[in-house]
Each structure stands twice: as C-alpha cells, then as structure tokens.
C-alpha cells in the first residue's frame, strides 16, 4: 500500500555522530510533520512543512537538528553530533488539507534510534 | 504557548466498564482537535476530530467525545470497554487550517479481561 514510509527502521549510533532519517510521505499530502516518542513524553513535535511556505521549526530541541523536504515530497530529519538522550523512535506524519483544517494524519512505523 | 494536557496517565478497566479520558488545551481561539490510538506494535491512528458543528463528535469503535468550548476539554469516552481497547490514547490540537498539530502526552489505557 501507499503509506507513509520511513527508513531507516532502527538506527543504533555512537555518540557524537551523525544520523539521517528519512520519510516518505503519502503523495500528495502537503503537510508532514516530525515529531519523537519517548517513553512517559508522548509524541514530542518537532518540526512541521506545508507546502510551500516556511517550515515551523519551533519544536526542534537544539541546533543540532534541522530537517529538509525536497521537492514537497521527501523529508530527511539530520541530527548532528547525537546525544544519549537523543535516543528515542521518531515518527514522520503527513496530511493533506482541507478548508478548515488537515485531514487525518497518517503516521509512518517510525525510526527507533539509540545512542550509545 | 499552546499545549494539551491529558490528565490520566495510566488507566486500568474491567472489560464493560465505562470509560472517560481527559483531555484540556491551552489556546483560547478557535481549535481543531482530534483523538488518536496506537495499538500495542502499531502505528497510530485517529480515532475522531472536531472541526465544526456538533460538539459530540462520534469516532470509530464506539468511541465518543465532546468539545466543551468553556472549559477548552475534548474529553473521551466510551460506554462499555473491550479488552481489545488496550492500547495508548493521545489528544491533539491545532489552531487552524495551516497550524502545526500538538498531541499530548498520551494515557495508556489496560483493560483486564
């Protein structure tokens, strides 16, 4: 089926590299979202793309952050420099639009990362 | 800021009994909110969301919720629970059609069968 696809599926990294998560979005959805999942913190959001305007980036913990999506499609979420507590499973989303707000999001199976 | 606070964190039924989770968010303007489930290995799926109009919003698998727009809660609620119903519940919030969806922290719901 065409839903939301996010690769690697486990990540495990040592600290102080570099890791690149990816998400396919649904075609079509304008918006996708980032968002992390820790145990006790629920869905953390991270950051947010819609379209063509400016991503909402306010959720991002730190500058070593960032995310991209290229071509309104693909979204790849870099983490630089990673930290233990950066250890958790992040999760990519993408919606379409309606009049009066997004549709259901769709959520992909996530990437579990650990830090060691 | 804008956020959503689920105030049961940990909650534990017997099969057939009622069930209501609290959900209250902090924006004073117009809002779309929804509810979502993960199911144990799966991802997360909604439930239901209000957008407009009646404020009794009916979901999938008998589940309910009503927007009270006085006391900014979209609380859930389900008649009679299932043992299948196990799994985490999160509420989410939006500001508008353009604005960035924030959950909460999630309750995690055990039903004894």
């Known amino acids: 089926g065409a839903g939301v696809s996010q690769s690697p599926s486990n990540k495990v990294t040592e600290k102080g590299k570099d890791v690149e998560l990816r998400c396919d979005p649904i075609?079509?959805?304008?918006?996708l979202y980032w968002y992390r999942q820790s145990l006790g913190q629920g869905l953390e959001f991270l950051i947010y793309f819609q379209g063509n305007s400016a991503p909402d980036k306010s959720g991002l913990p730190s500058d070593r952050f960032s995310a991209e999506r290229t071509g309104g499609s693909v979204s790849t979420l870099t983490i630089q420099r990673t930290q233990q507590e950066d250890s958790a499973v992040y999760l990519c989303?993408?919606?379409?639009?309606?009049?009066?707000?997004?549709?259901?999001?769709?959520f992909g199976p996530g990437t579990r990362l650990t830090v060691t | 800021a804008q956020s959503v606070s689920q105030h049961n964190h940990h909650v534990i039924l017997s099969e057939a009994a009622s069930l209501e989770l609290g959900c209250n968010y902090s924006?004073?303007?117009?809002?779309?909110l929804f509810w979502y489930v993960q199911y144990p290995g799966q991802h997360l799926q909604l439930l239901l969301k209000?957008?407009?109009?009646?404020?009794l919003v009916k979901g999938i698998k008998g589940f309910e919720a009503e927007f009270i727009k006085s006391k900014f809660s979209f609380n859930l609620r389900k008649p009679s629970v299932q043992w299948s119903d196990t799994a985490e519940y999160f509420c989410a919030v939006n500001r508008g059609r353009d604005d960035k969806i924030i959950f909460g922290k999630g309750t995690r719901l055990h039903i004894l069968p």
């Open positions: 209000y957008f407009s109009g009646d404020p």
């Open positions: 924006y004073g303007g117009t809002v779309n």
């Open positions: 989303a993408s919606s379409s639009q309606g009049a009066g707000g997004p549709y259901e999001q769709y």
């Open positions: 075609s079509g959805h304008t918006a």
